[in-house]
């Protein structure tokens, strides 16, 4: 029986209750494809903060490491500056564990409504340069708290970290059973030395794939044809800044946040790669026992894929999209009035069957 270990980080927030629904369809993988999921609970995030005064222990990094994954809830507090939990949980794992590609599909399932009139069958997957760009965290204060404070704040754009990325964002686009389309979206006419860069390393890469059609946008026209015709993209690939922003974009173009999971991905395998939904931490409906646990369990499939059980990944997906198109035990998001326990149990039903 193989095993693979997993790093369990709920969390703040309603990740503390999506985490135990993604855990029992993951429960039940296991028992299926006789394969053996060793749990390590870590309780970090901004209760942590407030007792430590730090988001993990400095020795976190260290303790995930030997893991085969990391699955997380959410973070974050209405205490808590959001450049605390940023910076304090989120970019220190994913830049020490060199998790550079960000994945966040986003698909309109039968059954859910899209707030566009005619959107067609939407699905496409962002793909986000996750670890420098924008997010870089160079620059600093001068003056800090004076009348005249100046704030220097430098994205960083490097030849090998935009390569890999719009490299990745094409051998995902030739996997996929799709339009076999790669857009780039960047911010090229006014951004003239990075994102020129970008454009420049994006030509050079694209003619390695002939086959594969191309489409440059820059993001402001992204975001309008995002939501003109959303059909139409497939593999979208951007900065740490603007995959961030449109992936939020067509996670509402599909229906919720409620549905929208992503990985970070260390492609290498040299380290863990970490799987989230891309919904935060909600405390404004957290306890309630309402938040939709469908996002959590989609990332929980996508790293069940990157850990090469992709059959398993596909019977959890096609359970979830049954659950939608049934109608019968939607969340409130969806419309519904089920709870979040009732709508795992739900889906746990579909895979039983």
Known sequence: MPELSIAIIPGDGVGLEVMPEALKVLDLIADRYDVRFNYSEFEW??????????????????????????????VGHPGVPDNVTLNGLLLPIRRAFDQYACERPAKLYAGVASPLANPGAIDM?????NTEGEYAQAGGFVHQNHPAEVAIQTSVFTRHGVERIIRYAFELARRRNRKKRVTSIT?????????????????????????????SLLVDAAAMNFVRRPASFDVVVGSNLFGDILSDLSAILTGSMGLAPSSNLNPSREFPSMFEPVHGSAPDIAGQGIVNPIAMILSAAMMLDFLSLSDAARVVENAVAAVLADGKTLPRDLGGSASTSQVTSAILDKLRQ
């Open 45 to 74: 995030g901004t209760n942590y903060y407030f007792e430590h005064g730090e988001m993990m222990p400095a020795g976190g990094i260290d303790e995930l490491r030997p893991l085969d994954a990391i699955l997380l809830g959410a």
């Open 187 to 215: 911010k090229s006419n006014a951004q003239g030395y990075s994102m020129v860069l970008w454009d420049r390393v994006f030509t050079e890469v694209a003619a390695d794939y002939p086959n594969i059609e191309t489409e």
């Open 125 to 129: 997957v962002i793909v986000r340069e």
